[in-house]
């Protein structure tokens, strides 16, 4: 890869998203890549190696600013797609890109629009670690250019999987929450990558919110394509959850101890989406941010109805291992 190209930087890259935007960044052809993971000997992070990207070592829960200006001097852009544990060391992340010069900073966010108080893991950490939107004020305090991308909700989970697929997550698609009717924007985590490589080589994006979306439909719209595709016995496996049930789900995830924190995350992103309506590309537009098909109207985006088709017909599941039962 040419060294005229800008450099990228993505920290957390072995992850669902990580992976998605080195992807997209390196079909793109227009940047060099680099990746920051604690063990650059996972299979995917070798394969990235072979490919031309800069694989660093680095533990963000114990790396030091000198080593992150290492990494990142050079860099045009850092990107960020963290789990949850390491949002707080994005603080580090922009101390060093100061230093360092690099002209924008995509942090850790990658979700769902919502506003504040709704969600524990957007808004509401515990007190000695900071959520998404904390870290976006700091940021903007820094004085770092800065691009917040949201993406709606992954496609993969809300395509009711087919009866072949079984475990925790599979039995949560076949749910229908609330009347199942509210919109929802919505994203295929495979195209997210080349998206951010649109955007992040826009000036228009610089110091913007930018929300990345590919359709917007209903869980009811979902599952009438998917009678027509799988036929209505399958249909039989849909399960509705209304709005009390989910509500009395959420009371228990929040008086939960910490160690069950994710079914706490579960139950407030169902709360946010199917009930209170936060995941819709108006309100996302209403709180700022820049509409993706409006700033690149070039792009073709495949409908939620091709996304079920090609699902069906070759299945893939993000984070398969995390929601083995």
Request: charged share 30%; glycine share 4%; hydrophobic share 40%.
């Given at each position: 890869m040419s060294e005229q190209k800008p450099l990228v930087v993505i920290f957390g890259a072995s992850g669902e998203t990580g992976r998605s935007i080195v992807e997209g960044l390196l079909r793109s052809g227009e940047f060099r890549v680099a990746a920051v993971a604690r063990n650059p000997s996972k299979p995917n992070l070798v394969k990235f190696a072979e490919r031309g990207v800069t694989v660093h070592q680095a533990d963000l829960l114990a790396v030091t600013q000198e080593r992150l200006r290492e990494i990142l001097t050079g860099a045009d852009c850092a990107i960020a797609t963290l789990p949850p544990t390491c949002i707080e060391a994005q603080k580090d992340i922009v101390e060093a890109a100061k230093a360092v010069g690099v002209r924008r900073f995509v942090p850790d966010d990658f979700g769902t629009e919502a506003p504040t108080g709704v969600m524990y893991l957007h808004d509401q950490a515990c007190p000695q670690s900071s959520h998404?939107?904390?870290?976006?004020?700091?940021?903007?305090?820094?004085?770092?250019?800065y691009t917040f991308i949201e993406v709606g909700y992954w496609m993969h989970f809300v395509v009711p999987w087919p009866v072949q697929l079984t475990g925790f997550a599979a039995d949560l698609t076949r749910e229908v929450v609330g009347t199942g009717d509210v919109p929802l924007a919505l994203t295929n985590l495979s195209h997210i990558g080349d998206y951010v490589a649109r955007v992040i080589k826009d000036d228009r994006t610089l110091n913007q919110t930018v929300l990345i979306w590919e359709d917007e439909k209903t869980q009811n719209q979902g599952w009438a394509h998917t009678e027509r595709k799988l036929g209505s016995d399958f249909v039989q496996q849909k399960k509705k959850i209304p709005e009390a049930e989910l509500m009395?789900?959420?009371?228990?995830?929040r008086a939960a101890p910490p160690e069950q924190i994710v079914m706490r995350y579960i139950a407030e992103y169902r709360y946010s989406m199917y009930i209170r309506g936060d995941n819709t590309v108006a309100k996302a537009k209403a709180a700022g941010a820049l509409d993706f098909k409006e700033?690149?109207?070039?792009?073709?985006?495949?409908?939620?109805?091709?996304?079920?088709?090609?699902?069906?017909?070759?299945?893939?599941?993000?984070?398969?291992?995390?929601?083995?039962?």
């Open positions: 998404k939107l904390a870290i976006r004020e700091y940021i903007k305090k820094s004085g770092l250019g009395k789900q959420l009371e228990a995830a700033l690149y109207p070039d792009v073709k985006a495949p409908t939620f109805e091709e996304f079920m088709d090609a699902f069906y017909e070759s299945p893939y599941v993000p984070y398969a291992d995390a929601f083995e039962t």
